[in-house]
């Protein structure tokens, strides 16, 4: 079995910086694309950025310019740096990663349980 575990969200003032990480750990042979994704309360989840393995990227138009995304390919851990955050970045972030777990077996993809960031004054 993998888990996904996301840390570092919180309370931060409009125009503050953030770091949230998401670590998967457990059966792993290999992980390919991993990314974050957002839900505002009474909205649709929605892809913020994603990485792929050999680190390239993609991002919202929201957060381009604002938000990066990075992993550390030994630690099976991605990252999520945001700055200039807007109240309107208000969410509950998820992580993602495309898992094989054995070698020949199908990837599949795991999400991490969320943590909540809150942009307000």
């Known amino acids: 079995q993998v888990q996904l575990v996301e840390s570092g969200g919180g309370l931060v003032q409009p125009g503050g910086s953030l770091r949230v990480s998401c670590a998967a750990s457990g059966s792993i042979f290999r992980v390919n694309a991993m990314g974050w994704f957002r839900q505002a309360p009474g909205k649709g989840r929605e892809l913020v950025a994603s990485?792929?393995?050999?680190?390239?990227?993609n991002y919202a138009d929201s957060v381009k310019g604002r938000f990066t995304i990075s992993r550390d390919n030994a630690k099976n851990t991605v990252y999520l740096q945001m700055v200039s955050l807007k109240p309107e970045d208000t969410a509950v972030y998820y992580c993602?990663?495309?898992?094989?777990?054995?070698?020949?077996?199908?990837?599949?993809?795991?999400w991490g349980q969320g943590t909540q960031v809150t942009v307000s004054s």
């Open positions: 993602n990663a495309d898992v094989q777990g054995v070698f020949g077996d199908p990837f599949r993809v795991y």
């Open positions: 990485i792929t393995r050999s680190g390239n990227t």
